[in-house]
């Protein structure tokens, strides 16, 4: 088997003195939508920041087609891998095209600043996050899930064939969390290959072509959600002790908690 | 919700078509700039042409103004006459550079203002709240009192203190990268320190030396000649081409570490060098001219407010500077019952923009 595009090979990753990860390797399938849990604080989100490049290692190295990516000039990485952060900022005022077009910097430079190349993929990501209609309005005027359509939409201006996703769904209610879930599934259909950071192992299950499971730093297992999440994972990873049945929806497995005192 | 699924999404390499092409024309009432092609909202633009048109005016009117009065239309021929008569002497060599003067450092402040704020995100980030101008000032001062007041050494004394101070409030904020507010914070006590350094330094100066010094340190560009007029415009135009070098890198930041860097930028050198062209443009205005408040804090507010732009515009910026040093200058000159230095106007201007910026941002914070 050949090596996939992206991996992370023997990294260790911390801030500061604080160790998180230590001698980390974990493999992204090409074309697959994985997703990455584990509970809180298990190191999940620092992962992820290594495969964008956003956390060096400080052993090992974050793999992108055979060459360790530090050692690609940024805007190259930038135009292989997009990521939708946790947290951004927006200029107050912003609207969405200007928003969106600047996801474009990693194919402009000093003299090409706006192509026409730049124009068609700014309004393709509006498309594909079906923002196309909000162009002209202002950032702070939409609602929680159009917001974050918008970041999803500068993140797929980048024009890249791998995208990360870090907590796309928190602070989303239900029906937008979908809507987005739906989205990635989307575009991992049309034949980019998506990583996610997700807390909902539901979520995970229905929607990931490939889990990784963390926890304490470190990966406890891999594989498809059929064959991953058992009622012995989730108690060993979680420490929640659990059902698994199948999904009467979409037959991927279904943790159901046991524990609990929800009435008295 | 799930109409979108059933979308064709466009193939993003193909090359641009006629509806795209018609999208683009529509976004936003904006106007696509020949050359670069970067798209402008129109309102931008006419926001730096109305501003434009107005320092054109102003600037008029000041070449005019004075103990010899001339209309427009005189001050036009002497221009460009060029017959070498009394008219043409006064516009062009005494009135001419104070003007330009003013235009051109009321640009250099409010640029440095721009980048600064922009970084710290916050208007009160500006450089002279933040300790350049006292480092200057301090720099300034002790070459006046150990070298003598000469316009170039006091010059590079200014230079030389705005850059150490700036640097040690970098090297004292620095901490895994440089954050905005403790930048302010920092800033903030460093100007304290400076603040007392300096009065301790003219009270153990000698009376003549500590003069020279004051009015140096009340702000002024009476004094500044075509000679020293010259060098100073040289170096702000290079570091103008700087900052449009780095605007790119200035507007990814605004959106955050995480993203710039997703984009493919190398955040830390980046604002390591729109620190040191914001420091270096207000340090050579106040090598020149003394410490001249308010501009380089209010400009950039003034004209994100007026241009409703995203983030602080740069060019926008930079002519309210022009326009807004010019107008100081006129009042202090002309309008006030004795000629006072700008920087004392700006000064009071100034404190009263910045207690109703102060009372802005508790109001926004419940």
Request: aromatic content about 6%.
């Amino acid at each position: 088997m050949t090596a996939p595009r992206l991996h992370a090979d023997g990294v260790t990753l911390g801030y500061d003195q604080r160790v998180v990860s230590r001698g980390l390797s974990a493999d992204i399938p090409d074309g697959s939508f994985t997703v990455i849990v584990g509970p809180n604080a298990c190191g999940k989100s620092t992962l992820l920041r290594s495969f964008s490049r956003l956390l060096k290692p400080s052993a090992g190295a974050v793999v992108l087609d055979g060459k360790a990516i530090d050692r690609y000039k940024p805007k190259e990485v930038a135009r292989a891998i997009g990521l939708l952060p946790q947290t951004s900022v927006a200029p107050e005022g912003i609207t969405v095209a200007d928003l969106v077009s600047r996801g474009r910097y990693p194919h402009q430079n000093l003299i090409r600043q706006w192509s026409a190349a730049d124009e068609h993929a700014l309004w393709a990501a509006m498309a594909a996050t079906n923002v196309e209609s909000l162009a002209t309005r202002q950032l702070d005027e939409l609602s929680g899930g159009q917001r974050q359509r918008v970041w999803v939409a500068m993140a797929l201006a980048q024009e890249t064939p791998i995208l990360l996703l870090d907590e796309p769904t928190t602070y989303l209610d239900i029906a937008h969390q979908i809507d987005l879930l739906d989205l990635f599934a989307h575009l991992h259909r049309e034949g980019n290959t998506i990583v996610a950071v997700l807390h909902d192992l539901n979520h995970a299950a229905r929607y990931a072509s490939h889990l990784i499971v963390m926890k304490d730093g470190e990966v406890i297992t891999t594989g498809a959600p059929a064959e991953v999440v058992t009622a012995e994972l989730v108690e060993d990873v979680f420490g929640l002790s659990c059902l698994v049945i199948d999904d009467p929806v979409s037959k991927t497995p279904l943790v159901i908690p046991k524990s609990g005192q929800w009435k008295d | 919700m799930s109409a979108r699924t059933s979308e064709v999404a466009t193939d993003a390499t193909a090359p641009p078509t006629a509806v795209d092409l018609a999208k683009a024309r529509r976004r936003a009432s904006s106007v696509r700039l020949p050359l670069v092609g970067a798209v402008v909202p129109r309102r931008q633009l006419l926001v730096v042409g109305a501003l434009g048109l107005a320092i054109v005016v102003l600037a008029l009117v000041a070449l005019g103004t004075g103990d010899y009065p001339l209309s427009v239309v005189e001050v036009v021929r002497a221009m460009f006459a060029g017959d070498g008569g009394f008219d043409t002497t006064i516009v062009l060599e005494w009135r001419l550079p104070r003007v330009l003067v003013a235009l051109v450092f009321g640009a250099g402040l409010a640029l440095s203002g721009a980048i600064f704020q922009s970084l710290t995100r916050n208007p009160l980030g500006s450089p002279d709240i933040i300790g350049f101008a006292t480092g200057s000032y301090t720099g300034a001062l002790v070459v006046i009192t150990l070298v003598g007041d000469s316009y170039f050494s006091t010059a590079g004394g200014a230079i030389a203190g705005g850059l150490l101070s700036a640097g040690a409030v970098y090297l004292l904020a620095y901490r895994r990268g440089i954050q905005g507010f403790r930048l302010i914070i920092v800033g903030i006590a460093v100007t304290a320190i400076l603040h007392s350094f300096n009065t301790w330094l003219l009270l153990r100066a000698q009376v003549e030396v500590a003069m020279a010094a004051s009015i140096w340190g009340a702000g002024s560009i009476s004094l500044v000649g075509w000679g020293q007029a010259v060098p100073a415009f040289v170096v702000l135009a290079v570091l103008a081409i700087l900052v449009v070098a780095l605007s790119g890198a200035l507007r990814q930041l605004e959106l955050g570490d995480d993203a710039a860097k997703a984009h493919g930028m190398r955040v830390e050198p980046a604002r390591l060098a729109l620190l040191v062209v914001g420091v270096a443009l207000i340090a050579v205005v106040t090598a020149s001219a003394g410490p001249i408040a308010f501009v380089a804090l209010a400009a950039p507010q003034i004209a994100v407010r007026i241009s409703k732009s995203a983030g602080l515009p740069l060019v926008a910026s930079a002519l309210t500077g022009a326009l807004l040093l010019l107008a100081a200058d006129f009042v202090a000159q002309h309008l006030l019952p004795s000629a006072v230095p700008v920087g004392m106007v700006t000064v009071v201007i100034g404190g009263l923009y910045l207690i109703g910026l102060l009372i802005g941002q508790a109001r926004k914070k419940p």
